[in-house]
């Protein structure tokens, strides 16, 4: 399983990013996908996941109305549009996912929105 993530960047509050995830391994359109994220000096926050058909979506409170997953099981490419970025959501972004009950990252990429 590999998972890497892309995307990442300093962006200034208010402004937007996209993630990316290409994931190789296993069969990409059988699994559940998630992005998580890590503050500096904070444990891991969930942020959204998304069905295998990427038909049903779920948010953390914290990000719905403003970050939008969605994937290309064509392209095995798994995705965070984050728009109206906030301070608080610097972090490093890691993608998952869940295989017979062992967990998966990838390498994060760092998001940090600054001014």
């Not at 290409?22 to 699994?31: D, I, K, L, P």
């Not at 995705?79 to 993608?95: F, G, I, R």
Request: proline share 3%; hydrophobic share 30%; aromatic share 12%.
């Amino acid at each position: 399983v590999q998972l890497v993530e892309s995307g990442g960047g300093l962006v200034q509050p208010g402004g937007s990013l996209r993630l990316s995830c290409a994931a190789s391994g296993f069969t990409f359109e059988s699994y559940v996908m998630s992005w998580v994220r890590q503050a500096p000096g904070k444990g891991p926050e969930w942020v959204s996941s998304i069905d295998s058909g990427g038909g049903v979506t779920y948010y953390s409170d914290l990000v719905k109305g403003r970050f939008t997953i969605s994937r290309d099981n064509a392209k095995n490419t798994l995705y965070l549009q984050m728009n109206s970025l906030k301070p608080e959501d610097t972090a490093v972004y890691y993608c998952n996912v869940n295989i017979l009950s062992r967990h998966y990252w990838g390498q994060g990429t760092q998001v940090t929105v600054s001014s």
